[in-house]
Structure formats: C-alpha cells, structure tokens
C-alpha cells in the first residue's frame, strides 16, 4: 500500500478515504489514478437510467 501511495503522490488519509466504500465524495480523476498505478484497464460506460416501466428515460 505504501508503494501505491507513493505512485499516487497522495496522503495514506487520502488513499484510505478513496477505498473507502462510504465516502461518497470521490472523483473519477483519482479512482482513475489509482486504476492507472494498478495497471488495471477501464471501461466508462453511460446510459440513460431505465423509469420504473423498465423503458430509458
């Protein structure tokens, strides 16, 4: 963990807060960071949300 800190050049209070399943303050730019130090590929996907009739809004 220290190391991907380290990579991140961020805080450990930081990176905790961006594992942390609660926080609802994250931004994509640092969970993409994190993806990038661990070497993981990403796929953004968007659609539009379905009404409660299962039809797209």
Do not use: M, P
């Amino acid at each position: 963990k220290r190391e991907i800190i380290r990579r991140l050049g961020t805080s450990a209070a930081q990176f905790y807060r961006l594992l942390d399943q609660t926080n609802e303050r994250k931004s994509v730019d640092r969970l993409l960071a994190l993806l990038q130090v661990l070497d993981c590929d990403v796929e953004l996907r968007v659609r539009a949300r379905k009404t409660a009739r299962g039809r797209a809004a």
